[in-house]
């Protein structure tokens, strides 16, 4: 089988189901940007830094294919033939920022990204989960998307703020905080 099938040189594509969407659809924006944010999450694996995290890491991405695929498939078809988010999936993320808090000092201001290439790269994913999350109330607006996807997508923005306050502490760099410049009156 070729990887190309020409099918979308007019600028659709198909959804599990058939359905054929205009690529400017939303949900082929929601679920590119899953895709996206998968792939910012296996940079984030490969760090030297997240060795002891890279299961963790690795069932995130699992997870995000299963959202993925739950969004490229048309509603029907998420009742009957996919993988299935669980809380249970939602806890593990939860679990895990509680283990970083008990580690890491306590917040005390914004945090600027950046610091170490690893925490950049950390703080990327972190926005475009943000966005992916936004896409999908986005397209939640339209049509049926099971708000546990929503849910996921939030705590998992959480979890990589988390991610990467425990990679700047491992590698013993200095948090950026945010100090506001505030100028004086006239």
Known sequence: MKIYTKTGDKGTTSLIG???????????????????????????????????????LKEIQDRLFTIGSHLASEPEQTKKILPDLSEEDIKLLETSMDEIDGIVPQLKAFVLPGGHQSVSFGHIARTVCRRAERCVIHLQTQEEVEDIVVKYLNRLSDYLFMLCRAMTYELGIEEVTWKPRVSAKK
Do not use: C, F, M
């Open 18 to 56: 058939g359905t054929r969407l205009s690529k400017a659809h939303i949900r082929i924006e929601a679920y590119g940007t899953v895709d996206e944010l998968n792939s910012w999450i296996g940079l984030l694996r490969d760090q030297p830094v997240n060795e002891k995290r890279r299961d963790l």
